[in-house]
């Protein structure tokens, strides 16, 4: 019983395209404040906002890909590739570890299944964040990752009760493949 707890806590987490049958997970991590403080929005999304968004994403446009991460057979978060622009080549990227699963290396691995998408099945040139300059840990991942900070945005969003600067980070295909040659 102990080995399945340890094996479980260290399980490589896998990307799978978002669900309908996701939602209600998606719900609840934009509900928590403390979640969406870091996403700069405040924490109120339907459930129906949810839907048509979701049918508006299925009916068209390749403006955006979410996925699910999964690990250990178990919903533990959710990265996306927003405004995907196939002129210049360039998205966002935005995640979120569920509260109760964050510390497990998830968030590495998850960001590096999403640039590994972005770069070899999008061919795209470059991904870029945004991130609250006091989020030490998400930059560390980040950095960690290959972004590096391009500059800082002052007082850029309010959340919870404060303006925030955001560091903008970016990632360019060739170094990312480059890196991945060597590693
Ligand atoms: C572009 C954007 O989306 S920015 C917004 C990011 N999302 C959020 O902040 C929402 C709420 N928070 C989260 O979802 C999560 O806490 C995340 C995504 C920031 C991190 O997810 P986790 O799964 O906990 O991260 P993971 O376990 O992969 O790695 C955390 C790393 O940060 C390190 N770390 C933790 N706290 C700190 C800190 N205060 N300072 C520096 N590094 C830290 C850990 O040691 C670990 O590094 P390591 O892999 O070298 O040991």
Same mark, same amino acid.
């Given at each position: 019983?102990a080995?399945?707890?340890?094996?479980e806590? /260290?399980?490589?987490p896998?990307?799978r =395209? @978002?669900? $309908?049958?996701?939602?209600?997970?998606?719900?609840? @991590?934009?509900n928590?404040?403390? *979640?969406?403080?870091?996403? /700069?929005?405040?924490?109120?999304?339907? @459930?129906?906002? @949810?839907?048509?968004?979701?049918?508006?994403?299925?009916?068209?446009?390749?403006?955006e %890909?979410?996925f699910?991460v999964e =690990?250990a057979?178990?919903? +533990?978060?959710?990265?996306?590739?927003?405004y995907i622009d196939?002129?210049? %080549?360039?998205?966002?990227?935005?995640?979120?570890?569920?509260?109760g699963?964050?510390? $497990?290396?998830?968030?590495?691995?998850?960001?590096?299944g999403?640039?590994?998408f972005?770069?070899?099945?999008?061919n795209l040139?470059?991904?870029?964040?945004l991130?609250?300059?006091?989020?030490?840990?998400?930059?560390? *991942?980040?950095?960690?990752?290959g972004?590096?900070?391009?500059g +800082?945005l002052?007082?850029e /969003? /309010? =959340?919870?009760g404060?303006?925030?600067?955001?560091?903008?980070?970016?990632?360019f295909?060739?170094?990312?493949l480059a890196?991945?040659? %060597?590693?």
């Amino acid at each position: 019983m102990a080995d399945a707890t340890i094996s479980e806590t /260290f399980a490589a987490p896998r990307l799978r =395209a @978002l669900e $309908r049958a996701d939602l209600a997970f998606v719900h609840g @991590l934009f509900n928590d404040p403390d *979640v969406m403080r870091y996403w /700069f929005e405040p924490a109120h999304v339907t @459930l129906t906002d @949810l839907e048509e968004t979701f049918a508006q994403q299925q009916r068209g446009g390749d403006r955006e %890909r979410r996925f699910i991460v999964e =690990a250990a057979g178990r919903r +533990v978060g959710l990265v996306e590739l927003v405004y995907i622009d196939h002129v210049h %080549r360039n998205c966002e990227f935005q995640i979120i570890i569920a509260p109760g699963e964050q510390g $497990r290396g998830y968030a590495g691995a998850a960001t590096r299944g999403a640039l590994d998408f972005a770069f070899r099945a999008l061919n795209l040139h470059k991904v870029y964040l945004l991130v609250d300059t006091e989020n030490a840990a998400a930059i560390h *991942v980040y950095e960690k990752a290959g972004f590096i900070v391009e500059g +800082v945005l002052r007082s850029e /969003f /309010f =959340a919870d009760g404060a303006y925030r600067d955001a560091t903008r980070m970016g990632i360019f295909q060739n170094d990312y493949l480059a890196a991945e040659r %060597r590693a």
